[in-house]
């Protein structure tokens, strides 16, 4: 793909509704949350305390779709693969690809670091992404891990799980360090149960990949945290990415690559 616009474009026409771990590479992708304006200062400090999980990368005026720092442009009530349509902390079961009918002029979007943007870095150092290489969602899971809280919002710590061999795990550790607001370096590497995941055959989001015997799972946190927080902050209306669906910006990654 040439250009994020031009992915955009696919995606909001419904070429595209898939994942897009690998999509558009060179590009940073980032989650969204929408939040009533009277949420979004709870929301922010969330995002504040708890900056591993959610780096904040910005935040629209309330009332406005447009992101006009990351996408100039672009459209977040159309501009995402997927989206989850939350009512009062309830994830419907449907994942439309756009919510132009929900749109509210109180709504204010949240754009948020994703590790999916470090993925292109993983691949040119030579080390393989399990789920990209399968064609499938990243595996993402629930933690005995909490949050900060902030205001209504609470929560467990999301992780994604990205397997590898153990002599690949130094330099998958220094490859991903290097995007501190893309999740940054893995916050647990090896005994799932020591996180409080029982099986990583059971996801809680994304797809199952395998792991096998000389691997180890490494785990970052993840941007489909602030999902659970709205679970306990039961807003009226909230609508994020589906886990997985991410917005591609303008912004290349390198920009967010430190040395």
């Known amino acids: ?7 955009r474009k696919l995606v909001r026409t419904g070429a595209f509704t898939a994942p897009t771990s690998g999509q558009a590479p060179g590009f940073v992708q980032a989650n969204v949350v929408i939040l009533p304006a009277a949420d979004a200062a709870d929301f922010a400090a969330f995002c504040k305390l708890n900056s591993r999980p959610c780096p904040l990368l910005e935040q629209t005026a309330p009332g406005d779709p447009e992101p006009k720092k990351s996408a100039p442009g672009a459209d977040l009530r159309t501009d995402v693969p997927r989206y ?8 419907e079961t449907n994942e439309p690809t756009d919510f132009v009918n929900l749109w509210r002029d109180d709504f204010v979007a949240f754009l948020l670091g994703c590790s999916f943007t470090f993925e292109r870095a993983l691949q040119q150092a030579g080390l393989p992404v399990r789920h ?16 900060r809280p902030a205001g209504r919002f609470s929560g467990p710590l999301v992780v994604s799980m990205r397997p590898f061999r153990a002599d690949q795990v130094d330099a998958v550790t220094a490859a991903t360090a290097r995007f501190p607001r ?3 370096a893995p916050i647990h590497i090896g005994d799932p149960a020591a996180i409080g995941i029982a099986d990583l055959a059971r996801v809680d989001f994304g ?12 785990f970052w946190a993840c941007g489909v945290t602030p999902q659970l927080a709205i679970l306990a902050a039961r807003p009226d209306l909230a609508i994020t990415h589906a886990p997985g669906h991410m ?10 690559c430190e040395r």
């Open 132 to 147: 990209i290489d399968l064609g499938r969602n990243v595996p993402m899971y629930r933690t005995n891990i909490a949050c």
């Open 182 to 184: 893309m999740h940054g």
């Open 247 to 256: 917005f591609i910006t303008d912004w290349l990654d390198e920009a967010f």
């Open 84 to 91: 989850r349509v939350f009512r009062q902390g309830v994830a």
């Open 207 to 218: 797809d199952p990949v395998p792991v096998a015997a000389d691997e180890v799972p490494v």
């Open 1 to 7: 793909m040439s250009s994020a616009a031009a992915f």
